[in-house]
């Protein structure tokens, strides 16, 4: 599966963005997907997961409350809404797909590492 995220761009403090990831490939509807962040120097974190069906939700404690991770299958797409947006939230956001985990909490507990398919990431970047 092959996997391009957008929609990142500059806001400020307190805002809201709408990152999308789009996904070629008729299996799409069949894999958990994840996104996550990197900045410069730190390795990259994870953010939130959904499992196939999207019934299931897992968030890293940090956006919490925050964000929302949503998939729509028919249009081979996963999105991520960041309301409330921070400073430290800046960061180069990517969407992921692991070849053999199923749910969205393992997505989150196996992290970076446990994911096979990656696309380019989209800069967030949050102004104070």
């Known amino acids: 599966v092959q996997l391009q995220a957008f929609g990142g761009g500059l806001v400020q403090a307190g805002g809201s963005l709408r990152l999308s990831c789009a996904a070629s490939?008729?299996?799409?509807?069949?894999?958990?997907m994840g996104w996550f962040r990197q900045v410069p120097g730190k390795e990259r974190e994870f953010v939130a997961a959904?499992?196939?069906?999207?019934?299931?939700?897992y968030y890293a404690d940090s956006v919490k409350g925050r964000f929302t991770i949503s998939r729509d299958n028919a249009k081979n797409t996963v999105y991520l809404q960041m309301n409330s947006l921070k400073p430290e939230d800046t960061a180069v956001y990517y969407c992921?797909?692991?070849?053999?985990?199923?749910?969205?909490?393992?997505?989150?507990?196996?992290?970076?590492?446990?994911?096979?398919?990656w696309g380019k990431g989209t800069l967030v970047t949050v102004s104070s």
């Open positions: 490939g008729r299996t799409f509807s069949s894999y958990a």
């Open positions: 992921a797909a692991p070849q053999r985990i199923t749910t969205a909490q393992a997505v989150g507990i196996m992290g970076a590492d446990g994911m096979d398919y």
């Open positions: 959904i499992n196939w069906s999207g019934g299931s939700t």
